[in-house]
């Protein structure tokens, strides 16, 4: 929802091309992410909107190379943050780009924050690991993310332990340590869904506040299209370990070119206006590991045809910057 | 905030089933092990009134901590009032003896969030099911199966799915298998605790669309417990906003979504994310968060928050102003 213009002229800093991320189960191999791509660009913010078990989250977890190995393993593709290959790099290379250039705001602020540390140690632990600067500094940084991120009174809270801090509070602490060494790219993974609705919506504008200020590039996380509306420029839909959709926000939500993404979008309740009946999606998504051949999402599709029981659609474009793999669009 | 009149004026005709009348619930905070002493009360709910009509769905939005779920649990009797009634079918529960108490019980069942907790693991869905109807009906085996059987289909599942166990099912069958196993001793009112916050968002439209026909095939009424105020204007004929144990606006849900009136009310509207990008939401931000209900604040409880708040409003309750025919606020600003 920000200025547009100037965004697609800005500097791509993260690119990701073919990725894919599949583990070994004794029910066979699980593609959880098979063949994503996708760029961002600084001062963007993307969104990645899919269901439980549509691949989302285990993308955030290969971009930040925390994917557990065995069983999990990233077996194709580039993860290019700034030029640099983020897949080939080893433990100790990719531990000193984790949270420092590339940083991750993780879903529930109940269970991320270590108990028996105080605020005040947890933000400077990833300042201490990778500035190489006194302990008086370290304090002094800290006490200014968490004036960043609007904690009241920060140098009294900087010693208070995550159980004296209100739910709100605690997520603001998590943001602080996601942008407490001023990263390039920061991931935000269903940041809000612990929140109450007042609370989430003074945390995303400090995240847009934030995201301006330092000029971010962001990644939504997310299962809901009103954080989409609120807050991105650019959407990627997400079904059974790929994209099925991606393009700026206005023209996923005015034109959504796949059935997935318009059903998903008739099927979400209206603040501003009665709705009769809601459509819904018959069906479940599909279980990764048998996955059916062609369109995964054919057998809940209202307009399936042969060819889509049959191969796997290609990416046609809608416009320059829309594309949709559905053979509809052929 | 005086407790808001249990009978505003109303357009529709439908009978008034489940009627709560300035219910308050109190907890004791107590200090010390082996002698405990009270040293305050939290007032988790604290003067609420609102009918649940035959057929028709009432719904209460309030963020965390405002009571709606204590609310909830005092309706199905799970836990008792502090003070205030609460009349089934014009007859106070309080008063009844143990028969009446065991057939409210079946008529006002629940259906909570988290269908993966609220479901026995060990127990098959033909017993999950057919529990309820061992204890308040009787009826032989063979009418018990074909019982389940309907309920089932009825739910949009099939009669084999009886012999599975709960973990073999998704989390929106789960969700269809806790409806069913509320429907099956034909209760008049259901008590929906976020019914569908916990499932996916393809889901969440099935179940929704499911509740809203079983409303007419059976007959039932619903109490919606929601934060979600889409889905509220969605599925409830009625909206009752609740601020730290307290109602602050109530109404037919068309005439409450349109003409919003309490700040809080707003608030909440702006605060709900827009479905679409181009939507242009009023700057509303509320700063800080609830205050604790150990030690409300004077006056109106929302004051604290309050962007339009006045003098008085520290100082003195605010009265109930009906805006509309059975469209109350309490605020100072009407």
């Known amino acids: 929802m920000t200025t547009s213009t100037t965004e697609n002229t800005a500097p791509v800093v993260l690119e990701v091309d073919g990725l894919k991320t599949y583990f070994e189960t004794r029910w066979g191999t699980v593609k959880a992410v098979d063949g994503v791509s996708f760029n961002l660009r600084r001062g963007e913010t993307l969104g990645i909107v899919g269901e439980s078990g549509s691949g989302k989250s285990v993308t955030m977890l290969s971009l930040m190379r925390l994917i557990p190995e065995p069983p999990g393993r990233i077996v194709d593709g580039q993860i290019l943050l700034e030029g640099q290959d983020l897949v080939q790099m080893n433990d100790k290379e990719m531990s000193e780009i984790r949270g420092s250039q590339i940083a991750l705001i993780i879903q529930d602020p109940m269970t991320s924050l270590n108990p028996v540390f105080s605020i005040g140690n947890q933000v400077g632990e990833a300042i201490k690991i990778h500035q190489d600067i006194p302990k008086r500094t370290v304090v002094q940084q800290v006490l200014n993310v968490l004036r960043k991120v609007n904690i009241p009174a920060a140098?009294?809270?900087?010693?208070?332990?995550?159980?004296?801090?209100?739910?709100?509070?605690?997520?603001?602490?998590?943001?602080?340590?996601?942008i407490s060494c001023e990263p390039i790219v920061l991931i935000a993974d269903e940041p809000t869904t612990s929140l109450d609705v007042t609370i989430q919506a003074q945390y995303l504008k400090l995240l847009k506040e934030l995201q301006e200020a330092s000029n971010i590039g962001l990644i939504f996380i997310t299962h809901d299209f009103g954080i989409v509306a609120k807050m991105c420029d650019r959407v990627a839909v997400m079904y059974a370990g790929r994209i099925v959709e991606m393009g700026d926000v206005r023209d996923i939500f005015n034109h959504p070119s796949h059935p997935y993404t318009e059903a998903l979008l008739a099927s979400v309740p209206k603040l501003e206006e009665d709705v009769d009946r809601l459509y819904s999606i018959e069906g479940q998504p599909p279980t990764l590991h048998d996955l059916p051949t062609g369109c995964?999402?054919?057998?809940?599709?209202?307009?399936?045809?042969?060819?889509c029981l049959e191969t796997y659609p290609l990416q046609f474009d809608v416009t320059d910057s829309h594309y949709a793999a559905c053979w509809r669009l052929e | 905030m005086t407790t808001l009149e249990a009978n505003p004026v109303t357009q529709t005709t439908n009978e008034v089933l489940l009627e709560a009348d300035g219910l308050k619930k109190h907890f004791p905070v107590t200090k010390g092990l082996l002698v405990s002493k009270v040293t305050g009360w939290i007032k988790a709910v604290d003067g609420v009134s609102f009918q649940v009509r035959a057929g028709e769905t009432l719904g209460i939005v309030g963020e965390s901590g405002c009571g709606k779920s204590t609310t909830a649990k005092m309706l199905l009797m799970l836990e008792e009032p502090t003070e205030g009634t609460i009349r089934y079918q014009g007859q106070e529960i309080r008063d009844a003896n143990s028969e009446q108490r065991r057939a409210y019980r079946s008529s006002v069942q629940a259906v909570f969030q988290d269908p993966w907790s609220s479901l026995n693991p060990r127990m098959r869905v033909r017993d999950l099911i057919a529990e309820p109807m061992v204890i308040n009906l009787n009826l032989s085996r063979r009418e018990m199966q074909d019982r389940v059987a309907k309920l089932l289909n009825d739910v949009g599942l099939s009669s084999y799915h009886a012999n599975l166990y709960p973990h073999e099912f998704s989390g929106g069958q789960r969700q269809r298998l806790a409806i069913a196993r509320a429907l099956s001793v034909e209760p008049r009112v259901i008590v929906l605790d976020e019914p569908v916050s916990a499932l996916d968002v393809s889901i969440r439209a099935q179940i929704m669309n499911l509740l809203m026909d079983l409303q007419n095939e059976y007959?039932?009424?619903?109490?919606?417990?929601?934060?979600?105020?889409?889905?509220?204007?969605?599925?409830?004929?009625?909206?009752?906003?609740?601020?730290?144990?307290?109602?602050?606006?109530?109404?037919?849900?068309?005439?409450?979504?349109?003409?919003?009136?309490?700040?809080?009310?707003?608030?909440?509207?702006?605060?709900?994310?827009?479905?679409?990008?181009?939507?242009?939401?009023?700057?509303?931000?509320?700063?800080?968060?609830?205050?604790?209900?150990?030690?409300?604040?004077?006056?109106?409880?929302?004051?604290?928050?309050?962007?339009?708040?006045?003098e008085r409003c520290s100082r003195d309750i605010p009265e109930v102003t009906e805006l509309a025919p059975g469209h109350i606020v309490s605020c100072h600003l009407y």
């Open chain 2, 219 to 310: 007959n039932v009424s619903y109490l919606l417990i929601a934060h979600h105020l889409a889905t509220v204007r969605y599925m409830c004929d009625w909206v009752a906003v609740m601020y730290l144990g307290q109602i602050v606006e109530y109404g037919p849900t068309k005439e409450l979504f349109d003409n919003a009136s309490h700040p809080y009310t707003r608030a909440l509207m702006n605060a709900a994310l827009p479905s679409h990008p181009d939507i242009e939401q009023e700057e509303m931000i509320l700063t800080g968060e609830v205050p604790s209900p150990l030690n409300p604040p004077e006056g109106c409880r929302f004051h604290p928050r309050c962007p339009f708040v006045m």
């Open chain 1, 155 to 178: 140098e009294t809270r900087v010693r208070d332990y995550p159980h004296q801090m209100s739910g709100g509070m605690r997520q603001r602490v998590v943001g602080a340590i996601g």
């Open chain 1, 296 to 307: 995964p999402f054919a057998p809940r599709c209202q307009y399936v045809m042969d060819k």
